[in-house]
């Protein structure tokens, strides 16, 4: 399952943004994926996100196995919260 998002914060997923986010990520008992361009990351690897550059206004996916579809209401609802996206 997958779905897409814009990042709409001024400082994009850097530094300490992308580091809580790993550690939210990390937290959850699946793997995680984040897609820019043609590009997908291990969402739990600060370095893999990081080498993404990730700026204000980049369109990026997240993926996760259908049957962990829960999560990725979750990880929204995180970005949300963080005012990532």
């Known amino acids: ?41 291990d969402a739990k690897s600060i370095m893999a996100i990081m080498s993404l550059g990730l700026a204000k206004d980049d369109v990026f996916t997240i993926r996760v196995a259908d049957e962990h579809q829960t999560y990725l209401f979750d990880i929204e609802s995180y970005m949300k919260e963080h005012q990532l996206i």
């Open 1 to 41: 399952m997958e779905k897409t998002f814009k990042l709409i914060s001024d400082t994009g997923l850097h530094a300490r943004p992308a580091t809580n986010f790993v550690r939210y990520i990390s937290s959850l008992p699946i793997d995680v994926f984040l897609i820019y361009k043609d590009f997908v990351a």
